[in-house]
């Protein structure tokens, strides 16, 4: 079964299972989907590989530019519909009603009693790490291109920016929710913490 939110009624849950220790510990650590997991990493990989390494394999820009383009292309279309409903349960899209209007909507998997469809604790990390860890080189990349007078990569840097952030803040709202539920969700994790903290300091103190 699949939650759906179309506007801004989604359940809070934490970005990275944090406060789920017990429930993390009965998931397998097995990965399910090897063949969804090699290409949720391998097209974004690649083109930062291309990027850095263009200029030594090759002199022609163009070349390179389609080839990086083509990549994160590649990229953003598995991530979106493959990847990530795969390996965590999760998938957004744009849709347009019959007035012309547009609709985001964002869905997770609701896991089941039985724990059987729960995605793996390997592909949950491997699908965030690769999903947070790439846009973030990118941004780098764009400072670099720009402080570097390297204008002719930019539009390419952006471009990674642009597709792999897409995907990340995406999938963000799939799993978090809206603003309003992502403000909740953190005040709700400080006040656990202050709250844990607050009984450990009672405990020493009546030991």
Not at 118 to 133: K, V
Request: with cysteine; aromatic share 12%; hydrophobic share 45%.
């Amino acid at each position: 079964m699949l939650r759906q939110d179309s506007s801004d009624d989604i359940e809070d849950v934490s970005l990275f299972d944090a406060d789920d220790d017990a429930s993390r510990r009965s998931k397998k650590s097995k990965i399910r989907h090897p063949v969804a997991s090699f290409f949720h990493l391998f097209f974004r990989v690649s083109a930062i590989v291309v990027y850095l390494l263009c200029e030594l394999l090759t002199s022609s820009f163009i070349a390179c530019m389609v080839t990086i383009i083509l990549l994160l292309s590649c990229d953003f279309w598995a991530v979106k519909n493959v990847t990530g409903r795969l390996m965590v349960g999760l998938r957004w899209w744009n849709q347009v009603d019959d007035d012309g209007r547009s609709h985001w909507i964002f869905e997770a998997r609701k896991v089941s009693t039985k724990g059987s469809k729960a995605s793996s604790e390997a592909e949950s990390r491997i699908f965030w790490l690769g999903l947070i860890t790439c846009p973030m080189i990118w941004v780098i990349f764009a400072f670099s291109a720009l402080f570097s007078f390297k204008v002719k990569w930019l539009a390419v840097v952006v471009m990674g920016v642009v597709l792999q952030g897409a995907n990340l803040y995406g999938y963000i709202r799939c799993k978090v929710g809206s603003r309003k539920n992502l403000t909740s969700m953190a005040t709700s994790y400080l006040g656990k913490q202050f709250l844990r903290q607050t009984v450990a300091k009672e405990d020493q103190t009546a030991s």
